[in-house]
């Protein structure tokens, strides 16, 4: 029995900017996740993303994202980060809203203190985490964004930006001196680095460089099926290292073929086999995908993928580590630099 999830990337406030609200408290048939399911799937710890960019049309990135991609449809959207920091301050707001409107069910994970309740308490514990660093204007604008409460970065989202290469780059430059400027900044506030979206030279100047954990939180592994978004060997063993995780997502395009619970725990087990129980985590994206998997359509049916590993083999001991405890590993060695 899993008793607690940690899930490292859902687009919540997207969700809610996009779509407007309804009642998180309530069980609304068909969405990603809400109070009830988070519940019923015992997911007690969520990172919750800032997703800065706003929709547009262009053929030309509606292209670069298809071609990345390589799913069965064509990406639809487009989307460009202009303004983003006017943008990422409206994610903010609506992760500081949810809370206080859920305040009996939800908090913001931001302290240490916070973190010792997070699994012990009722609540789930949100824990703001910032989709692209296009949002900040220079390296040191990370502590600004430390302090409206975010523990932590993806360097960068399908695009290039001044500070790193992404995994759609046209040319893999790897972090810029700016970008190196940025993991010590991370390192010394205790903001998780987060590489999925990054290209793979960017995820290895970032785990080579970071004093701290690194985390991939929502991708899935190259060896079972190769696709831009996922973490090859070199990279995976580049966040072993650093004694950072892996989170398996339900990305569908960049789980293979026929997207299922199965072809899902193919990538997890192939990582166990390799790496050990200590890099797994799970990562769903919920609210950033529009298909997911043959049988994991929204949050609560998350211990369906443990069961599934335990029929393969994996232990016990090992599903608690990938369902909570390597999380929770991560975010202990950070928190030593967060507000008691
Ligand atoms: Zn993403």
Known sequence: MVTYIADLHEDVSY?????????FSTDINGRHADIPKYKR?????VFAAVFSAIPTWDPRIQETLS?????????????????????????????????RALGKDLFLVKTRGDLEYAGRDERIGFLISIEGAEVLEDPGDLELFFNLGARSLTVTWNYDNRYAASCMSKRDYGLTGEGEELVSIANDLGVILDVSHASKKTALDVASLSKMPVIASHSNYSGVHRHPRNVDDDVIEAIKA?????????ITSTIGEKPSIQSLADHVMSVWERFGPDVLAVGTD??????TPEGLSDVSMLPRLFSELRSRGMGESDIRKMAWDNVVRVLESHATRWPA
Request: a positive charge; charged letters at 20%; aromatic letters at 16%.
């Open 286 to 291: 919920f609210f950033g995908i529009e298909e």
């Open 67 to 99: 071609r990345g991609y390589g799913g069965s449809t064509p990406i639809s959207r487009s989307y460009i980060f202009r303004a983003p920091l006017q943008m990422a301050l409206e994610h903010f707001k609506v992760y500081y809203r949810l809370a």
């Open 41 to 45: 799937g015992g997911v007690k710890l």
């Open 15 to 23: 969700h809610v900017l996009e779509h407007g609200y309804q009642d």
């Open 242 to 250: 650093t004694g950072g995780v892996v989170g398996f997502t339900l």
